[in-house]
T-cell receptor, first 115, second 112 residues
Framework: DAGVIQSPRHEVTEMGQEVTLRCKPI?????LFWYRQTMMRGLELLIY????????DSGMPEDRFSAKMPNASFSTLKIQPSEPRDSAVYFC?????????????FGPGTRLTVT | GESVGLHLPTLSVQEGDNSIINCAYS??????FIWYKQESGKGPQFIID?????DKRQGQRVTVLLNKTVKHLSLQIAATQPGDSAVYFC???????????FGTGTRLQVFP
């Protein structure tokens, strides 16, 4: 299994530009999570999906952030317009519904730098 | 810009010694706990988990202890190796919510 796949691994963009981060969860997993990691706030949950449906987006910082999951094998996190304070590492994680475990499998992350 | 970052506690140990990493969790309703390891430039990786109906669980070279009375969790690593150097996070979850809340992390440094 290839694990959770994220692209791009690094993104450098200018303030005001649109940024799209992509994630492919592990096949068969029905939960997908988007996290942001910064030195200031640590690892924060932004939004998560179950069976492609957004369940909790209370962690999304503001309207500039949006996430979609059009099918079971693909999700995007979009920032429009981007700002320097959005600079962070963004992780996608997936899991499957198992009464015995809540383990989430993390991707390698996308390091976003907004100048 | 950012002026103050999270202060990550750091534990420094000598190779071969045992390590104990501690975590205080916040929600008394949490009934599931996971320890993750994050190496530089990588995503967090699952180490071991424990449910609230247990107070101890052992894996390969690792043991997790749970004290619900004081809401404390610890990760013990036996015979610590240089490859154990990483940031370790505890995460808590509440049954039927599917979310995990992560702690701020502890950096483990292993010296030869």
């Amino acid at each position: 299994d290839a694990g959770v796949i994220q692209s791009p691994r690094h993104e450098v963009t200018e303030m005001g530009q649109e940024v799209t981060l992509r994630c492919k969860p592990i096949s068969g997993h029905d939960y997908l999570f988007w996290y942001r990691q910064t030195m200031m706030r640590g690892l924060e949950l932004l939004i998560y999906f179950n069976n492609n449906v957004p369940i909790d987006d209370s962690g999304m910082p503001e309207d500039r952030f949006s996430a979609k999951m059009p099918n079971a094998s693909f999700s995007t996190l979009k920032i429009q317009p981007s700002e320097p304070r959005d600079s962070a590492v963004y992780f996608c994680a997936s899991s499957f519904d198992d009464a015995g475990s809540y383990e989430q499998y993390f991707g390698p992350g996308t390091r976003l730098t907004v100048t | 810009g950012e002026s103050v970052g999270l202060h990550l506690p750091t534990l420094s140990v000598q190779e071969g010694d045992n390590s104990i990493i501690n975590c205080a969790y916040s929600n008394s309703a949490s009934d599931y706990f996971i320890w993750y390891k994050q190496e530089s430039g990588k995503g967090p990786q699952f180490i071991i988990d424990i449910r609230s109906n247990m107070d101890k669980r052992q894996g390969q070279r690792v043991t997790v202890l749970l004290n619900k009375t004081v809401k404390h969790l610890s990760l013990q690593i036996a015979a610590t190796q240089p490859g154990d150097s990483a940031v370790y996070f505890c995460a808590e979850g509440v049954n039927n919510t599917d979310k995990l809340i992560f702690g701020t992390g502890t950096r483990l440094q292993v010296f030869p």
